[in-house]
């Protein structure tokens, strides 16, 4: 074991709980724990079939937070790892007044 570590403890995963679409194929995302930051996702586009239609920028432009998930997600089951996005997140947090909006699909 890990000394300062419980052996109970359990890994907290991170929320999306808000998203907003930039240019370039990056989206800047708020997470639950307060972090807001800027996620490049451009290299996704030549990362296999399934990512095929976010090459399409309206369709990119379609991102919005999984209610279940609590994850970034696209029409047709495209979804990412929320831990991913928060680690890159953090590699370039903004500091904004207020949070985006949360675009939840209903």
């Given at each position: 074991?890990?000394?300062?570590?419980?052996?109970?403890?359990?890994?907290?995963?991170?929320?999306?709980?808000?998203?907003?679409?930039?240019?370039?194929?990056?989206?800047?995302?708020?997470f639950?724990?307060?972090?807001?930051?800027?996620?490049?996702?451009?290299?996704?586009?030549?990362?296999?079939?399934?990512?095929?239609?976010?090459?399409d920028?309206?369709?990119?432009a379609q991102?919005?937070?999984?209610?279940?998930?609590?994850?970034?997600?696209?029409?047709?089951?495209?979804?990412?790892?929320?831990?991913?996005?928060?680690?890159?997140?953090?590699?370039?947090p903004?500091?904004?007044?207020?949070?985006?909006?949360?675009?939840l699909?209903?």
């Amino acid at each position: 074991m890990i000394r300062g570590c419980h052996q109970n403890m359990a890994v907290r995963i991170p929320h999306v709980i808000g998203l907003g679409a930039l240019k370039d194929y990056r989206l800047r995302l708020t997470f639950d724990d307060g972090l807001t930051g800027d996620v490049d996702l451009s290299n996704l586009l030549d990362a296999g079939p399934v990512f095929q239609p976010l090459r399409d920028p309206q369709f990119f432009a379609q991102a919005y937070v999984d209610p279940k998930t609590r994850t970034v997600a696209w029409p047709g089951g495209i979804d990412l790892d929320p831990e991913g996005l928060h680690e890159e997140a953090g590699r370039h947090p903004v500091k904004v007044d207020r949070p985006p909006v949360s675009r939840l699909a209903s």
